[in-house]
């Protein structure tokens, strides 16, 4: 069982090139999520999807768009990176958004740094 | 919107028990209380949750205030690979994105 898979796990990118980090969960969870982790910094929220279909900004969204491709697969993209972006991306999924008794289950992280 | 505050960072000894604080004053009557923890180079991790009762499971144990504004976990006998940053967070009320913030959590060091 893999749980929350994340690709790639490093990229390094340069200024004004874009991307798209991916997300995948096996655990027919309905609600996904996109974290970004700064050096000393705690996990700051960029976008959430509660169910299929549907995304919600989070704390920080600005930079990035994100797309609920299936009820498995959440991906984050970058249209046009810049250094500010340089940071450790978790991608989490829960059983569903706004249901509290529903831990968050996390990859283990894609690391871009944008130069 | 309901936050939590914790120390910036505790020290134990190898073995011995680890009492990890976290204070949720504006809790609501919905939220439940969530711990994650995160190794070096790792994810964040599920350790725990609970509402109202104190809880229990084979990586720790939860106690929560009677009036649910603190709570604290509970390692009962420190390990080397316990070292990590354990975050607090509330988790509930529907649509809330503010009760997905996690703060910059508790680091513990863990001495042989």
């Known amino acids: 069982n893999a749980g929350v898979t994340q690709t790639p796990k490093f990229q390094v990118l340069k200024t004004g090139q874009s991307m798209t980090l991916q997300c995948a969960q096996d655990?027919?969870?309905?609600?996904m999520y996109w974290y970004r982790q700064d050096p000393g910094m705690g996990l700051r929220l960029i976008y959430y999807?509660?169910?299929?279909?549907?995304?919600d900004k989070g704390e920080v969204p600005n930079g990035y768009n994100v797309s609920r491709l299936n009820k498995r697969e959440f991906s984050l993209r970058l249209e046009s990176a810049a250094p500010s972006q340089t940071s450790v991306y978790f991608c989490?999924?829960?059983?569903?958004?706004?249901?509290?008794?529903?831990?968050?289950?996390f990859g283990n992280g894609t690391r871009l740094t944008v130069t | 919107d309901a936050k939590t505050t914790q120390p910036n960072s505790m020290e134990s000894n190898e073995e011995e028990p680890v009492h990890l604080p976290c204070n949720h004053s504006?809790?609501?009557?919905?939220?439940?209380i969530h711990w994650y923890r995160q190794l070096p180079s790792q994810g964040p991790e599920y350790v725990i949750h609970?509402?109202?009762s104190n809880v229990n499971n084979r990586m720790a144990s939860l106690a929560i205030a009677e009036d649910r504004k603190s709570s604290t976990l509970i390692l009962h006998r420190a390990t080397l690979r316990d070292a990590a940053v354990y975050y607090c967070?509330?988790?509930?009320?529907?649509?809330?994105?503010?009760?997905?913030?996690f703060g910059k959590g508790i680091t513990l060091s863990v001495r042989p």
């Open positions: 609970g509402l109202t």
């Open positions: 989490a999924s829960s059983e569903r958004q706004g249901f509290g008794n529903s831990p968050l289950h």
């Open positions: 967070i509330l988790r509930g009320g529907a649509g809330a994105n503010s009760k997905l913030t």
């Open positions: 504006t809790i609501s009557g919905t939220d439940y």
């Open positions: 655990m027919n969870h309905n609600s």
């Open positions: 999807s509660a169910s299929e279909g549907t995304t």
